[in-house]
């Protein structure tokens, strides 16, 4: 019944090159769709002030907050929405959001 | 001819489609259509035909299993009217986008309030714009012929989109007509059974509904966009298919009497064999009249319909809804608008008319008709409302 693999295209792409009905027919591609285009602001770390705590990392709802090789935090910008609960979470005031011209 | 038998629409709608070789039925019950999910849970309960039948707690539901049924390769169908419809709306234009070809019947009854179960097409115009295919039938061998029809059309693989056949509530679902049905082995050579262009299945994972940013969501619009109008050449080529083989020809837009005529009415549904016999009858009297039906309602039939009523003087539009607060009734507004560019084009009526189950007789076209001589023009006008 399986299906035989469909070749999958580049996306995005002209609206006649899309798959039907938008489907993706590569298991795990949704890191390939960068979704951190549209915020209008982005966390910026005091390092100064971090006590390692994780909670930023634990929060994100986008799951991009990545623990950095000496223990702190940081945001790949390519998925982040800015929605700044990374910011409002962190009780030592290590993050601030700074809109995205700065 | 094949032998005829008598049959209640509604009963004859879920016999048509037990022929079609389905996998799974969502139906919940809704006047004027319950006897179609009544009747379609009787099939399958008594292992007539190898199918699922869920039994949702909603329309909402019932649409929205059937998405999962569909994307999985299923051939689904289901059957609502009215506010099952509009229960469904969120879900139908999501259908259509992940090109799913779910099939539908829709017993035509008019929206609340106030409550109402009887006919119009009130119901369906607010999903005018979900992006399925939509035709109307006439009588009760057209509820068989198209319900057929419509899962070849919409399993196309140049079509992949969702088709719902209207059925005027009560004033075709509940009348008993002497029908005749394909068989079984006629179907199955006319329909064979479903080749998904993609199914989810756990041996190959795929993604289907996903999400589209600003930089890729006209461009789906445009795709589906795109697929829905092209969709009327498959129309075409499987309605000349099904007149080949069971010798009953449809077109997108019909006409009737209406070469010589100078004035001519548009009907959708089940009013056309009423304004027929009306036009007969003015006919007899040496009147030029004639009429147009509209068969496919979206993709709207543009071609056809300009060529339908090329050389008619007077257009009388006939519409069994209104968009409240606008130009006058949805097909009378689309008729006008695809009619505006073109040099010689008639005088257009837009009569609204036969709303929440109104009877419209053969005298009530007459009128019309006469009314169309007289009048001055407004935008539009309701017929029989006590003023
Ligand atoms: S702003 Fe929001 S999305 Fe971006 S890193 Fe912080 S929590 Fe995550
Ligand atoms: S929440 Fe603040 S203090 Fe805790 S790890 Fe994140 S940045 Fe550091």
Redo the contacts with the bound molecule.
Sequence with gaps: MAKKKTEQKKWPEKWHELNPGCMVFAAGNAANYKTGSWKSQHPV?D?S?????????I?CPEGC?QETQDG??EANLDYCKGCGI?AH???????VMREEEE | MGKRVGMEVAIAAAEAVALCNIDVAAVYPITPQSHIAEHMADIIHDGRIDAEFITVESEHSAISALAGASAAGARAYTATSSQGLMLMHEILPIVSAMRLPVCMANANRAVSGPLNIWNDHTDIMPQRDSGWICLFTENGQEAIDLSIMSFKIAEDPEVMLPCVVNIDGFQLTHMIEPLEFPSQAEVAKFLPPRKPFAQLHPDNPISMGCFAMPDTYAETVKAKEEALRGSKKVVTRVFAEWAKRFGRKYNVVETYRAKDADTLMLTMGSMGETAATAVDEMRKAGRKVGLVKLRLWRPFPVEEIKAAVAGCKTLIVMDRAISTGGAGGPVATDVKSILYGEKKRPRILNVIAGLGGRDLTVGDFVNMFDLAKKKKDEPFEFYGVRE
């Excluded at chain 1, 002030?49 to 990392?57: D, H, L, S, T, V």
């Excluded at chain 1, 979470?89 to 993050?95: D, L, R, S």
């Design positions: 770390w390092n002030k971090c006590i390692k705590c994780g909670i930023c990392y929060f907050i702190f935090y990374c979470e962190c009780w030592p005031g290590a993050i």
